[in-house]
T-cell receptor, first 112, second 115 residues
């Protein structure tokens, strides 16, 4: 089992819809979870971090964390074509000395 | 803009050569992590430097080595380059307090091509 898995893409949603991105992780003691957005040919940029169970909202973005299920998700409301990118889930991992492990990413396309 | 800079932007090398990539961390950050990102994959953790010492390493061979300087800038060195080393190399800076790695901010990356 891979340490961090994400739903396989590409994911296509129409403009204005809600995009739902999912991530599961295997290290039960992970404490910090991050979502990054990466445009083609660019480096990852931070969208949100989440540390506690429940929801965390920032503008059109909502991160959801369930440590018991080892699951973290990102919802993008009112999706825009500019949201089209690859979304990376990152988890801190005890196996790597509390360093980050990234998932493979989910490619999102928002269709006008 | 994250304040993290990397040089060079692009680099072409031949198999067997050696390469050095450089990174300047964001002001106030004391930790630098290096990642390799192959096309279509997520970043893979190479190692982290904290207070000039290696602090965690991923599944990369010893020919991948690094340094961190007193001003917290860092270098990634790769010896005996192989074709599979072709990738985007990312540097991320963060403020490490205690045992946990805080939010990491990425530089623009160095695209390395090995021929």
């Amino acid at each position: 089992q891979k340490e961090v898995e994400q739903n396989s893409g590409p994911l296509s949603v129409p403009e204005g819809a809600i995009a739902s991105l999912n991530c599961t992780y295997s290290d039960r003691v992970s404490q910090s979870f991050f979502w990054y957005r990466q445009y083609s040919g660019k480096s990852p940029e931070l969208i949100m971090s989440i540390y506690s169970n429940g929801d965390k909202e920032d503008g059109r973005f909502t991160a959801q964390l369930n440590k018991a299920s080892q699951y973290v998700s990102l919802l993008i409301r009112d999706s825009q074509p500019s949201d089209s990118a690859t979304y990376l889930c990152a988890v801190n991992s005890l196996a790597y000395g509390q360093n980050f492990v990234f998932g493979p990413g989910t490619r999102l396309s928002v269709l006008p | 803009e994250t304040g993290v800079t990397q040089s060079p932007t692009h680099l072409i090398k031949t198999r067997g050569q050696q390469v050095t990539l450089r990174c300047s961390s964001q002001s106030g950050h004391n930790t630098v992590s290096w990642y390799q990102q192959a096309l279509g994959q997520g970043p893979q953790f190479i190692f982290q430097y904290y207070r000039e010492e290696e602090n965690g390493r991923g599944n990369f061979p010893p020919r991948f080595s690094g340094l961190q300087f007193p001003n917290y800038s860092s270098e990634l060195n790769v010896n005996a380059l192989e074709l599979d080393d072709s990738a985007l190399y990312l540097c991320a800076s963060s403020l490490r307090l205690g045992s946990s790695t805080d939010t990491q901010y990425f530089g623009p990356g160095t695209r390395l091509t090995v021929l």
